[in-house]
């Protein structure tokens, strides 16, 4: 059975950066795409960012500049660097994991950014 966890959200001032992790056991993690999402009160989720098993990225247009998604193969983690935080992307992140060649995606349950004065 896959689990996907997110850790790192929290509580910062606009113009700050934090870092959030997502670790996935029980898959093949080097063969997945991994992706954030986000979910904000009232708002439809969001695709946020997404890496692929051989390093492709993609963000969404409202991040380019600020986020960074990185993988570490070794230690089966994603991660989401987010920089300049700006209030409307207070949200909760989720992560996701899916194998290449399979349709079924492993969510994790979420992480709670709050970016406020």
């Known amino acids: 059975q896959v689990q996907v966890v997110e850790s790192g959200g929290g509580l910062v001032q606009p113009g700050g950066s934090l870092r959030l992790s997502c670790a996935a056991s029980?898959?093949?993690?080097?063969?997945?795409?991994m992706r954030w999402y986000r979910q904000a009160p009232g708002k439809e989720r969001e695709l946020v960012a997404s890496i692929s098993n051989n390093g492709g990225i993609n963000y969404v247009d409202s991040v380019k500049g600020r986020f960074a998604i990185s993988r570490d193969n070794a230690k089966n983690t994603v991660y989401l660097q987010m920089n300049s935080l700006k209030p409307e992307d207070t949200a909760v992140y989720y992560c996701?994991?899916?194998?290449?060649?399979?349709?079924?995606?492993?969510w994790g349950r979420g992480t709670q950014v709050t970016v406020s004065s």
């Open positions: 996701t994991s899916r194998e290449i060649g399979s349709s079924v995606y492993y």
């Open positions: 029980g898959s093949r993690f080097s063969y997945s795409v």
